[in-house]
Every structure is written in C-alpha cells, then in structure tokens.
C-alpha cells in the first residue's frame, strides 16, 4: 500500500481563494482525521470520519473550512474563502483501530 | 494543565549520547504513539504503545500505564537523529489523538 496520499504537496494561493485540499486514506481504514499544524498552536484536529460519516467537527475554525468524505477511498477539505492565517500545514491520517498513520502534508500558503 | 506533557522542550546532545524524552498524561488512553517529525515537516509514526516496551533499532519506547508515563530512548545518538520527537495519546473514549507539545532534538556532531 501506498500510505496515505495528499493532494497537493505544496499550494500558494491569494487571499479570497478557494482551497481545497485532498486525501486518499490507506484502503481498508474506517477512520480518516485531519490535522492542522502551525507553529502558534501546534497540531490540531479539525474534523474525523468514521466509515465516511464526520463524527466530530468541533475543531473546525470557522464556517469557511468543511470537509467531506463522498466513499471509503477520497476525502476534501475546502475553505472558501481563505484568508493568510490559514497558511499551516494540513495533514490527513486514517486508521483501523487505534493506529493512526499519516500523510506527507499539503503545506498551505495564502498570501 | 495540558493533558499530556513533554519534557524537555529542547534538548541539545552530542553525538553518541544517550537520550531520554519524556511524555506525562492525565486522562485515560487505549495507547499512545511516538512520532518524529524532521524539518521537511512529514510525520512519521515511531511507536505504538499501549504496554510495556517496545524496541526498533536505537529506538526504545516504555510505558507505565498505572503512573500515567511514557519515554523515549535513543541510544547512542546521531545528527541524523535531530528531529521534533512528539508524544500523542489515543483517548479510550474515542480515536481523537491528543497530542504534546513536543521535543525538538539536536544532536551535534
């Protein structure tokens, strides 16, 4: 398996732009998360799946970001409109049972 | 107080030392994992513990449930090994990681 795959690695983008961020889970992982890491505030979990249902968006910051699971394999996160304090970098993880693993990142810069 | 507390925040070495990075936590978990991040930022999983000890390589992971600890080890350090070591709990009430703050290593040559 490939691991969990993020798209794209690197984004810069202009305020006011919409976003969106992809994760391809390890096949056969009912759980997908995704982080947000910055140095301000370190890791921080915006929203997980469990079998493609959002169990628990608490950590999202505003109405501009949403994420959606459409099947077992894709995942997106959008924010529309983005603004520069959403530069950080986004990781996705999946796991079965307890062990989450996780993808490269999309590191994210608005400008 | 943060759930889970690393220590130290930075640590400095020369190579060949011995490390010791140390994680305290307060809630109840089903496991806990190690990670390295290097500066090009992925994350990569160490270990998963949720007993006991774990070795791989110069690696060593131990956990101590009752007290609610866990460190880890590196043995006879190397620049290579230079990375931010963090310590993240699984909640035994769902799967939400909760994570430390994190260790950020050098080891100079």
């Known amino acids: 398996d490939a691991g969990v795959i993020q798209s794209p690695r690197h984004e810069v983008t202009e305020m006011g732009q919409e976003v969106t961020l992809r994760c391809k889970p390890i096949s056969g992982h009912d759980y997908l998360f995704w982080y947000r890491q910055t140095m301000m505030r370190g890791l921080e979990l915006l929203i997980y799946?469990?079998?493609?249902?959002?169990?628990?968006d608490s950590g999202m910051p505003e109405d501009r970001f949403s994420a959606k699971m459409p099947n077992a394999s894709f995942s997106t996160l959008k924010i529309q409109p983005s603004e520069p304090r959403d530069s950080a970098v986004y990781f996705c993880a999946s796991s079965f049972v307890n062990e989450q693993f996780f993808g490269p990142g999309t590191r994210l810069t608005v400008l | 107080k943060n759930e889970v507390e690393q220590s130290p925040q930075n640590l400095t070495a020369q190579e060949g030392e011995f490390i010791t990075i140390n994680c305290s936590y307060s809630v109840g978990i089903s496991a806990l994992h190690w990670l390295q991040q290097h500066p090009g930022g992925g994350i990569v999983s160490l270990f998963m513990?949720?007993?006991?000890?774990k070795k791989h390589g110069r690696l060593i992971a131990t956990i101590n449930i009752q007290e609610k600890h866990s460190s880890l080890h590196i043995t006879a350090s190397h620049p290579r090994d230079s990375a931010v070591y963090i310590c993240?709990?699984?909640?035994?009430?769902?799967?939400?990681?909760?994570w430390g703050a994190g260790t950020k290593l050098i080891i100079k040559p």
């Open positions: 993240a709990v699984v909640m035994d009430s769902n799967y939400q990681l909760i």
């Open positions: 799946f469990n079998n493609n249902v959002p169990i628990d």
């Open positions: 513990l949720s007993s006991g000890k």
